[in-house]
Antibody, heavy 122, light 110 residues
Framework: EVQLLESGGGLVQPGGSLRISCAASGFTFPYSAMSWVRQAPGRGLEWVSG????????YYADSVKGRFTVSRDNSKNTLYLQMNSLRAEDTAVYYCAKVSGDLPWMWYFDFWGQGTLVTVSS | QSVLTQPPSASGTPGQRVSISCSGS????????VNWYQHLPGAAPKLLIY???QRPSGVPDRFSGSRSGTSASLAISGLQSEDETDYYCATWDDSLNGYVFGTGTKVTVL
């Protein structure tokens, strides 16, 4: 059974940093691309970032490029999102998703975690 | 603002057929496969349709997807009360070099 468990969310001040994690199990993590998707209060789903499985190519939404860094530790089956220079508009529930599809233009997210809440406020 | 536009709401009575549109451009829907997700706020989103018209195991055949040019559609036939939630289209955008979600549609069962 595929399981994705996010952790590390919390309250952080504007301009601060936070790293959230996603522990994966039930599938061959090193071979799977992974992604982060968020939902701000009262808003729709927004893709944040993705990372391929083997070559670890990374992709980012324009809204977080230069501030967020996605990474993975294949030995620990864990996905990370390092968030720097946080803004109020980054407040959201952050979901980790397992990606299927060989290439980015074929990507789809077949399993999702329950999410972790990040609140940026003074 | 998303590059994929959906109607904010759609509705129908139990048993009816409801269709949700997703309008994009040549750099996204016109070039790449479309996926649809169902999301009950507070829960994990669920994959409904992938590869434009493929259903994952466990998704009822009441749900179907299609594409024509730069637009895609999700159809729900035999509408049921448990279908009342939010739906999002999504695909890769070649110009943005990133994945994009639609604006979302809330389906109401009258």
């Amino acid at each position: 059974e595929v399981q994705l468990l996010e952790s590390g969310g919390g309250l952080v001040q504007p301009g601060g940093s936070l790293r959230i994690s996603c522990a994966a199990s039930g599938f061959t993590f090193p071979y799977s691309a992974m992604s982060w998707v968020r939902q701000a209060p009262g808003r729709g789903l927004e893709w944040v970032s993705g990372i391929s499985g083997r070559d670890r190519t990374t992709y980012y939404a324009d809204s977080v490029k230069g501030r967020f860094t996605v990474s993975r530790d294949n030995s620990k089956n864990t996905l990370y999102l390092q968030m720097n220079s946080l803004r109020a508009e980054d407040t959201a529930v952050y979901y980790c998703a397992k990606v299927s599809g060989d290439l980015p233009w074929m990507w789809y997210f077949d399993f999702w975690g329950q999410g972790t809440l990040v609140t940026v406020s003074s | 603002q998303s590059v994929l536009t959906q109607p904010p709401s759609a509705s129908g009575t139990p048993g009816q057929r409801v269709s949700i549109s997703c309008s994009g451009s040549n750099s996204n829907i016109g070039s790449n496969t479309v996926n649809w997700y169902q999301h009950l706020p507070g829960a994990a989103p669920k994959l409904l349709i992938y590869g434009t018209n493929q259903r994952p195991s466990g998704v009822p055949d009441r749900f179907s997807g299609s594409r024509s040019g730069t637009s895609a559609s999700l159809a729900i036939s035999g509408l049921q009360s448990e279908d009342e939630t939010d739906y999002y289209c999504a695909t890769w955008d070649d110009s943005l070099n990133g994945y994009v979600f639609g604006t979302g549609t809330k389906v109401t069962v009258l």
